[in-house]
């Protein structure tokens, strides 16, 4: 199978990490404890100030209600460990109108945010494992099923059909690109019979929104991609779950390693006005915040 053998793997050597940084680029500012339970995405709440991180807890295919979504400070202070309960294995968020979006095994996940409810879930049709979670600027949410190659896109009706697939395609991370109307792809880079082998790494795609029109973005793999994030500066910073780094990815494909941050880096959050990024560690139950160099 795919990334839970992986994770399976480097639970089973209980891989210890320390955040090696590359020149200068970037510091630790501060790491949690290891209270978190296979945390998979971050994402920063700015109208109150918070982050929420998921937590799968457990296989991340099994329906059995006990994933959840932490709410902690931008210092790494838990404020609620389980403010939403009752989800399955909950990845990739964003928030859209006030609204949490969470990807939760084949469902669309909505909370409202000021009620802490539950509010609707879209089933995504054919879905196995939806992953990460983005919204445009028009309030479109989009969200990505690694194992099926497709991304979903909720419509104004309440529907989620499916909006883009192409084999392969194995889609991690989802960041919208408003300048130039793209929706970039971090793909995992394999299908499922050889996902995580070492020949078979993902790289950075562009889907134009518009068109549907899907290109590459460098000649070369580059790793096992997750989250992606502009970096302010017309390139994105993009994790390497397998590989334990944190990149810079320029459009042209060419990128440099910013900080080894631990095995499993997920979906993380960047923070552009406080030049900060928060990276939930997966195979260490952790979450760690850099600083960025300005």
Same mark, same amino acid.
């Given at each position: 199978?795919?990334?839970?053998?992986?994770?399976?793997?480097?639970?089973?050597?209980?891989?210890?990490?320390?955040? &090696?940084?590359?020149?200068?680029?970037?510091?630790?500012?501060?790491?949690?404890?290891? #209270?978190? *339970?296979?945390?998979?995405?971050?994402? +920063?709440?700015?109208?109150?100030?918070?982050?929420?991180?998921?937590?799968?807890?457990?296989?991340?295919?099994?329906?059995?209600?006990?994933?959840?979504?932490?709410?902690?400070?931008?210092?790494?202070?838990?404020? *609620?460990?389980?403010?939403?309960?009752?989800?399955?294995?909950?990845?990739?968020?964003?928030?859209?109108?006030?609204?949490?979006?969470?990807?939760?095994? $084949?469902?669309?996940?909505?909370?409202?945010?000021?009620?802490?409810? #539950?509010?609707? %879930? =879209?089933?995504?049709?054919?879905? &196995?494992?939806?992953?990460?979670?983005?919204?445009? %600027? +028009?309030?479109?949410?989009?969200?990505? $099923?690694?194992?099926?190659?497709?991304?979903?896109?909720?419509?104004?009706? @309440?529907?989620?059909?499916?909006?883009?697939?192409?084999?392969?395609?194995?889609?991690?991370?989802?960041?919208?690109? $408003?300048?130039?109307?793209?929706?970039?792809?971090?793909?995992?880079?394999?299908?499922? *019979?050889?996902?995580?082998?070492?020949?078979?790494?993902?790289?950075?795609?562009?889907?134009?929104?518009?068109?549907?029109?899907?290109?590459?973005?460098?000649?070369?793999?580059?790793?096992?991609?997750?989250?992606?994030?502009?970096?302010?500066?017309?390139?994105?910073?993009?994790?390497?779950?397998?590989?334990?780094?944190? =990149?810079?990815?320029?459009?042209? @494909?060419?990128?440099?390693?910013?900080?080894?941050?631990?095995? @499993?880096?997920?979906?993380?959050? &960047?923070?552009?006005?406080?030049?900060?990024?928060?990276?939930?560690?997966?195979?260490?139950?952790? &979450? #760690?915040?850099? *600083?960025?160099?300005?």
């Amino acid at each position: 199978m795919k990334k839970i053998f992986i994770l399976i793997t480097l639970l089973s050597f209980n891989l210890m990490y320390k955040p &090696v940084l590359a020149d200068g680029h970037v510091k630790v500012l501060w790491e949690t404890e290891k #209270i978190f *339970e296979l945390p998979e995405s971050a994402i +920063y709440d700015k109208k109150n100030d918070v982050l929420y991180i998921s937590n799968i807890t457990d296989h991340p295919f099994n329906k059995d209600g006990t994933g959840y979504i932490s709410k902690i400070g931008l210092d790494g202070t838990v404020i *609620e460990k389980k403010w939403i309960k009752s989800l399955n294995a909950p990845k990739g968020m964003t928030i859209s109108n006030d609204k949490l979006y969470i990807a939760d095994v $084949d469902e669309l996940v909505e909370v409202d945010i000021a009620s802490k409810k #539950i509010t609707n %879930k =879209y089933k995504g049709y054919g879905s &196995v494992c939806m992953n990460d979670v983005t919204a445009d %600027k +028009y309030g479109n949410v989009y969200v990505g $099923d690694t194992y099926t190659d497709t991304i979903y896109r909720l419509n104004q009706f @309440g529907q989620l059909p499916a909006w883009f697939y192409s084999p392969q395609l194995a889609p991690n991370g989802l960041h919208i690109d $408003d300048e130039e109307g793209n929706l970039i792809v971090g793909s995992w880079g394999a299908v499922m *019979e050889g996902w995580g082998t070492p020949e078979l790494k993902g790289s950075l795609k562009s889907i134009n929104l518009h068109t549907k029109q899907i290109k590459s973005l460098g000649k070369k793999p580059i790793g096992n991609l997750d989250g992606i994030e502009s970096d302010g500066k017309g390139a994105y910073l993009v994790t390497d779950w397998t590989g334990a780094k944190l =990149y810079r990815i320029k459009k042209n @494909g060419r990128f440099e390693v910013l900080a080894e941050v631990g095995k @499993g880096a997920a979906d993380h959050e &960047v923070i552009l006005e406080k030049n900060l990024v928060i990276i939930p560690v997966m195979a260490e139950g952790k &979450v #760690i915040a850099l *600083e960025l160099k300005k």
